[in-house]
């Protein structure tokens, strides 16, 4: 009866165990950077459409460039919902930082210097850049064309 007791045990130990690494596996994947390139196009078009709601706001409102802390209240639920450690509005797109406990990652909204209207929606982090969404549309007012390879969060 004893041993019969002690395999129980055991599994019960393994399997509190896997739940354990599969819980700890969830977390990193939803806060992380890899986490973030598993989402759908929806989801990417949505951040894209957010940041591109914060841009025009900006041009409109102000000129140069505007940081947000991410836990201000004005940034809209979407952006929100990625827990950024801040977001930066300027004259060629929008940046979202975000820090986690597994490392960091921005997030760039820009025109592409191609002659098209074409804007992209663009992940950076562990040493790797995706294009997660793309699209042409019109340009928006008194928008600044970037110079070749210039990013949102690199200007100044």
């Known amino acids: 009866m004893n041993s019969r007791n002690s395999n129980i045990g055991r599994w019960a130990v393994v399997c509190g165990f896997a739940v354990v690494i599969i819980c700890l596996a969830s977390c990193y994947c ?15 078009a949505e951040i894209a459409e957010t940041c591109d709601q914060l841009f025009v706001q900006n041009s409109v409102d102000r000129t140069g460039k505007r940081t947000i802390a991410g836990n201000d209240p004005s940034l809209p639920h979407a952006l929100q919902s990625l ?24 997030i760039q909204w820009y025109r592409v210097f191609d002659g098209d209207n074409r804007w992209q929606l663009e992940a950076q982090g ?11 549309k019109v340009a928006s007012i008194g928008l600044h064309l970037p110079n070749e390879g210039e990013s949102p969060g690199k200007k100044e």
């Open 126 to 136: 562990e040493g790797a850049r995706h294009v997660v969404f793309f699209t042409n």
């Open 30 to 44: 939803s806060s992380t950077y890899v986490g973030f390139l598993l989402h759908s196009k929806n989801y990417y």
């Open 83 to 106: 827990h950024p450690t801040y977001v930066v509005i300027n004259e060629v797109g929008v940046l979202v930082e975000i820090r986690t406990t597994f490392g960091s990652y921005s």
